[in-house]
């Protein structure tokens, strides 16, 4: 790039920009997932608002292509393009608690870790994911399901404020007063109507907890599935447990004499008093066989949200699918056992995130998140640390898909889409929300600057 024009952008920039003539270039634009590699021409790392806007700026007049990295944990890597400007805003991780209202500000480079860190000294949370290195500005602006989902609703649902540097260069605060379609958009349509430079949360009381996961062999995969499908919609909504078809990893801490073993879990949170989740996982397991192994204990909230981390490192090779399921009939069970049988590594692993409880109680046409009415949110996630087997895990992860798919709906969580998936999937993840977001993205961003992303076409009404 002619360094006279970058020196533009210098002259009203505080952060770095890096080129490929630096020596850190490589490590700076290395993404989570390890299979996909992508060289911007200018990685531009802001350090507060005024950066985010002239990089806006500069990538609009110079007609750049422009992706914008938060946290940084992008499956489809969507923080990053070639040849053109990464807004990088990792740099930014500031968190501030208001223990009197509850509420929690929170910079756009943020993980979910750090939020976790910082509210948990009150004794609060903001219901996030289940892994702490997620980056909190894709997974809220995606939706946000995880351990707290089924009692305080989606992330988007505690998300109080945003604001917004737009295609434009202005900055915006959206919220229910000012900008409401912008913040109805926000809450669910992903990066498509500009770059959140900070969110504003609301934090619930949420402490130590009953939590863990359970190992069964995969024998009883069928058994413990249909305990599950049957338990949940009986139990408290402060139960957040999602149930899996995984192999037991060939690592420490997990008992030697399991490794490698194929098994299906069921990993929970129980947010109440510690005693009632006992009393509640206990209801659940008198009917099942023993388990391999079970790890259900008392601890700190911020120790089960971190509890995947040492397994899922940066730089391992991703492959994900996804699907909204409604119901989990017998013959579906079957069909995911048989292909879950398939993996081809010992990461590689299917996921049933409930979607029930508060997310139910918040009107379908509320937030740009449709699919309300959904009973889990499904996760295919071929994974391993050898890019050799990259093929083979976009084969797994496809043919597994084709074949349970019939059982779910037509849609999908955006935040489990790669970037090969089809337009006609990105609108079917939104259903009868998907116009008025394009109209909404006609409004804020009509030349669809913001495009490296699931990609809502701008459509006037």
């Given at each position: ?189 992903g990066g498509n109507f500009g770059v959140v430079t900070s969110f504003l949360f609301q934090a619930h009381p949420v402490d130590r907890v009953y939590a863990g996961p359970i190992f069964w062999e995969a024998d009883h995969a069928k058994t413990v599935m249909r305990a599950y499908r049957d338990f949940l919609p009986t139990a408290p909504e402060e139960l957040g447990a999602f149930v899996g078809l995984k192999t037991v990893p060939s690592m420490d801490p997990f008992p030697k004499e399991y490794w490698g073993r194929r098994a299906c879990v069921v990993i929970s949170c129980y947010s109440g008093a510690p005693s009632e989740g006992e009393t509640v996982i206990a209801g659940l397991l008198k009917p099942l066989p023993p388990p391999m192994f079970n790890w259900m204990d008392v601890m700190p909230f911020t120790a089960i949200q971190s509890l995947f ?153």
């Amino acid at each position: 790039m002619d360094n006279h024009i970058v020196s533009t952008l210098r002259e009203s920039f505080r952060g770095r920009l890096i080129s490929s003539d630096d020596a850190d270039y490589d490590a700076v634009r290395a993404l989570y997932n390890g299979m996909i590699d992508k060289r911007p021409r200018l990685i531009a790392r802001c350090v507060d608002v005024a950066d985010v806007i002239a990089a806006v700026n500069f990538g609009r007049d110079q007609g750049m292509t422009i992706a914008v990295r938060g946290g940084g944990h992008s499956g489809p890597g969507l923080g990053s393009c070639d040849d053109g400007l990464m807004i990088d805003l990792s740099m930014m991780k500031s968190v501030h608690v208001n223990p009197k209202s509850r509420t929690v500000r929170v910079d756009p480079g943020c993980t979910s870790g750090d939020v976790d860190h910082a509210t948990h000294a009150f004794g609060l949370a903001v219901p996030f994911g289940i892994v702490s290195t997620t980056g909190v500005a894709g997974l809220t602006l995606g939706g946000g399901t995880g351990y707290l989902t089924r009692k305080y609703g989606l992330t988007i649902d505690n998300l109080i404020e945003a604001d917004v540097v737009l295609a434009d260069g202005s900055l915006v605060t959206a919220g229910e007063g000012d900008h409401p379609d912008l913040f109805w958009a926000l809450r669910g349509g992903g990066g498509n109507f500009g770059v959140v430079t900070s969110f504003l949360f609301q934090a619930h009381p949420v402490d130590r907890v009953y939590a863990g996961p359970i190992f069964w062999e995969a024998d009883h995969a069928k058994t413990v599935m249909r305990a599950y499908r049957d338990f949940l919609p009986t139990a408290p909504e402060e139960l957040g447990a999602f149930v899996g078809l995984k192999t037991v990893p060939s690592m420490d801490p997990f008992p030697k004499e399991y490794w490698g073993r194929r098994a299906c879990v069921v990993i929970s949170c129980y947010s109440g008093a510690p005693s009632e989740g006992e009393t509640v996982i206990a209801g659940l397991l008198k009917p099942l066989p023993p388990p391999m192994f079970n790890w259900m204990d008392v601890m700190p909230f911020t120790a089960i949200q971190s509890l995947f981390d040492p397994l899922l490192p940066k730089g391992l090779q991703w492959y994900w699918k996804g699907d909204f399921v409604k119901s989990l009939p017998d013959e579906a069970i079957d069909m995911h056992i048989a292909q879950a049988a398939k993996a081809p590594s010992e990461l590689s692993l299917m996921h049933l995130y409930p979607i029930d409880g508060a997310v139910r109680r918040v009107p379908k046409a509320s937030t740009a998140w449709s699919t309300r009415d959904a009973t889990w949110s499904m996760v295919i996630a071929g994974i391993d640390a050898d890019p050799r087997q990259a093929e083979a895990l976009k084969a797994w992860g496809r043919a597994y898909w084709k074949a349970v798919h019939p059982f779910n709906l037509e849609g999908g969580y955006v935040n489990f889409m790669m970037a090969d998936e089809v337009q006609g999937r990105v609108q079917a993840a939104y259903g009868d929300n998907y116009k008025r977001l394009a109209s909404v993205k006609a409004k804020y961003d009509p030349d669809n600057l913001f495009r490296v992303n699931q990609n809502i076409l701008p459509v006037a009404s």
